[in-house]
């Protein structure tokens, strides 16, 4: 109980970093001029060092995407890089399909469907695009997704995300909470930059919810930061905590 309880405390203090982090670095992002500016060079590294692991394993079954706000009506940094990414894994044979992930919850836009119409643009085909619309927090992006991945048959999947703070925070639950071993492969800024003048345009329309709540006006930030811990997952389900084979 002891060690639970530690383990609890350290992750909580890395998630409100984390959280911290992640907020600065997006109004940082929404001004930077390019990937290279957007990426880190450690970060660089660290990424290319874990794409390189996972590539004997190519190609996988499907990636999961986990989404982001859409707001002012186009993508900024951070969705970009994640639906450039994926665009990137498929187009090169790497991952067989794509799940992105993500309810509407800080802006009236389902993230999942608004990333799913910029990957169409881009040229991923629809029927290889697979849509989680129930996450509201990174954890539940990856529960979710793997559950999603189970109905479909996949049996090799990864996780594939910014490499600064998401992966390396999301690394000990995927190993944790899940039987089958979930890959990560966080973007590579080389790869990136090539694409960064790629700006495709969408009609939003389809991903709007009316009547719109956002999630800051449902629940107090407490119970925001418990779900962010995967606490509003009934883990009591699974035999000890974890999620049965895909």
């Known amino acids: 109980?002891?060690?639970?309880?530690?383990?609890?405390?350290?992750?909580q203090r890395i998630y409100i970093f984390s959280l911290i982090s992640l907020s600065t670095l997006g109004l940082l992002c929404n001004g930077c001029a390019s990937f290279g500016n957007y990426m880190g060079a450690r970060a660089d590294r660290n990424a290319k060092k874990k794409f390189a692991k996972v590539q004997p394993?190519?190609?996988?079954?499907?990636?999961?995407i986990p989404g982001i706000p859409f707001e002012n009506n186009h993508w900024d940094r951070v969705m970009k890089s994640r639906v450039l990414w994926?665009?990137?894994?498929?187009k090169n044979g790497m991952v067989k399909n794509i799940i992105y992930s993500g309810d509407?919850?800080?802006?009236?836009?389902?993230?999942?469907?608004?990333?799913?119409?910029?990957?169409?643009?881009?040229?991923?085909?629809?029927e290889h695009i697979f849509y989680e619309t129930k996450a509201h927090h990174s954890t539940e992006n990856v529960y979710y997704s793997y559950l999603l991945a189970k109905e479909q048959g996949f049996k090799t999947i990864a996780l594939a995300t910014d490499p600064y703070f998401q992966s390396p925070i999301l690394k000990g639950f995927?190993?944790?909470?899940?039987?089958?071993?979930?890959?990560h492969i966080p973007f590579v800024k080389d790869s990136?930059?090539?694409?960064?003048?790629?700006?495709?345009?969408?009609?939003?329309?389809?991903?709007?919810?009316?009547?719109?709540?956002?999630?800051?006006?449902?629940?107090?930030?407490?119970?925001?930061?418990?779900?962010?811990?995967?606490?509003?997952?009934?883990?009591?389900?699974?035999?000890?905590?974890?999620?049965?084979?895909?």
Do not use: C
């Open 1 to 11: 109980m002891a060690m639970t309880i530690l383990f609890s405390n350290n992750l």
């Open 57 to 64: 394993y190519f190609p996988l079954d499907a990636v999961i």
């Open 86 to 90: 994926s665009w990137i894994l498929y």
């Open 104 to 126: 509407a919850v800080y802006s009236p836009y389902k993230e999942a469907l608004i990333m799913g119409l910029y990957a169409q643009k881009l040229g991923i085909p629809k």
């Open 174 to 183: 995927t190993k944790r909470r899940f039987a089958s071993y979930i890959h």
């Open 192 to 246: 990136l930059i090539k694409y960064d003048a790629l700006d495709p345009i969408i009609d939003p329309s389809s991903a709007k919810v009316e009547n719109f709540v956002p999630i800051t006006s449902q629940k107090s930030s407490k119970a925001r930061f418990e779900g962010t811990l995967g606490r509003d997952i009934n883990w009591h389900q699974y035999s000890n905590g974890r999620v049965e084979e895909l």
